[in-house]
C-alpha cells in the first residue's frame, strides 16, 4: 500500500484510547470549505449547534432544529477525510425520553456519516446515554455549562463552584460510567476540570476549562475573528479573519464604484485567444 494512502478517520475508541495521552485536537465546522482546512488538523471535528448563532444569527441554540443539523452535517463530511465528525443533538431531540433521543441520534448518524454524537446533561442523562451506547450510538458527554440549559442556569455562567463542584463531578462521573467516550467540560473551573480528568476514565475535552484537560476544543469562527458580536474569555484569537473580511470588502466597495475592478485581467475577449504555436 503506498505509503501515502488516506488515513483512516479515527473512531470514538481511539478517542478514548488517548486518555492520558497526546491532547486531543478539536474544531466545530459547519461547511464544507472549513471542514476541508482542519481535517488534517484535528482528531475530531464537532458540527455545533453553535451554529445556530454562528452561522444562523440566533440569539442561543435553542431554535436549531434537526433539519439544520443534518443539512450542516452533510456538508462538514464532504469535507472530512482523515478527521472523526461529531454532531451534536440539538434541543428538544433527546430529553423526552431514551427512546425518542435514539430515533433521532439514528436519523442524525444514518443521514450525515458522523461517527457519533454528542448530547447536553450529566447525571439526570445517563439513563440516554446508556440506552443510546447500547444500541450502537457512540456518545460524547457534555456538562458544565450547557448551552441549551441556559434559562434554568440563569445565563453562560461558570459551573462547579462552591456547592455546585461536588454536582459537577457527578455528572462527569455518571456520564462515564453510562458509557460515553469522552466527556466536554465547558466553563468550568481550572481546579475541578483537573480533578476531573484525573478521576473519571474517559477523555476530558475542555473548553472554558483547563490546559490539563484531555483535549481542548474552540469554536472555529471565534478563534479565527469571524464570529465578532462577543468573544467569550476563554476563546483565544488565533487570526482577525472578521476585520480582514470587513476591510476586503470595504476595498471592493470603493473599486466597484470608481470602476477600478473589474480590470482588463478579469474580463474577456470578444475573440477566441489564439494558442501559442510549439
Known amino acids: 500500500m503506498s505509503a501515502t494512502a488516506r ?45 445556530g448563532m454562528v452561522v444562523h444569527g440566533l440569539p442561543s441554540t435553542l431554535g436549531v432544529t434537526m433539519e439544520m443539523m443534518i443539512l450542516h452535517g452533510q456538508a462538514v463530511a464532504r469535507g472530512l ?26 436519523r442524525l448518524m444514518a443521514e450525515t456519516g458522523a461517527g457519533a454524537v454528542k448530547l447536553e446533561g450529566g447525571t439526570h442523562m445517563a439513563e440516554t446515554i446508556a440506552f443510546l451506547v447500547a444500541r450502537g450510538v457512540p456518545v460524547m458527554a457534555h456538562v458544565g455549562l450547557t448551552p441549551q440549559s441556559i434559562n434554568t442556569l440563569g445565563g453562560y455562567k461558570v459551573q462547579g463552584r462552591d456547592a455546585g463542584a461536588e454536582k459537577l463531578l457527578a455528572d462527569a462521573r455518571a456520564v462515564a460510567e453510562a458509557g460515553a467516550f469522552a466527556v466536554v467540560l465547558e466553563k468550568v473551573p481550572a481546579v475541578m476540570a483537573d480533578r476531573i480528568t484525573q478521576e473519571v476514565a474517559i477523555p476530558t475535552i475542555g473548553i472554558g476549562a483547563s490546559a490539563g484537560c484531555d483535549g481542548q476544543i ?61
Not at 9 to 32: E, F, H, Q
Not at 96 to 105: C, I, K, L, T, V
Open 7 to 51: 488515513k483512516t478517520a479515527p473512531m470514538p475508541d481511539d478517542i478514548r484510547a488517548m486518555k492520558g495521552g497526546t491532547p486531543i485536537v478539536s474544531l466545530t465546522a459547519y461547511t464544507t470549505p472549513m471542514a476541508r482546512m482542519m481535517d488534517a488538523h484535528c482528531d475530531f471535528v464537532l458540527v455545533g449547534d453553535s451554529l
Open 81 to 106: 477525510s482523515r478527521a472523526m465528525m461529531v454532531i451534536d443533538m440539538p434541543f428538544g431531540s433527546y430529553e423526552e425520553s431514551p427512546e425518542q433521543a435514539f430515533r433521532n441520534a439514528a
Open 218 to 278: 474552540l469554536v472555529v469562527d471565534d478563534m479565527l475573528g469571524l464570529f465578532t458580536a462577543f468573544k467569550p474569555k476563554f476563546v483565544k484569537r488565533y487570526a482577525d479573519l472578521g476585520t480582514q473580511g470587513e476591510a476586503a470588502i470595504a476595498t471592493y466597495a470603493d473599486e466597484v464604484r470608481a470602476r477600478q475592478f473589474p480590470a482588463d485581467e478579469h474580463t474577456f475577449a470578444a475573440e477566441q485567444p489564439q494558442k501559442a504555436a510549439k
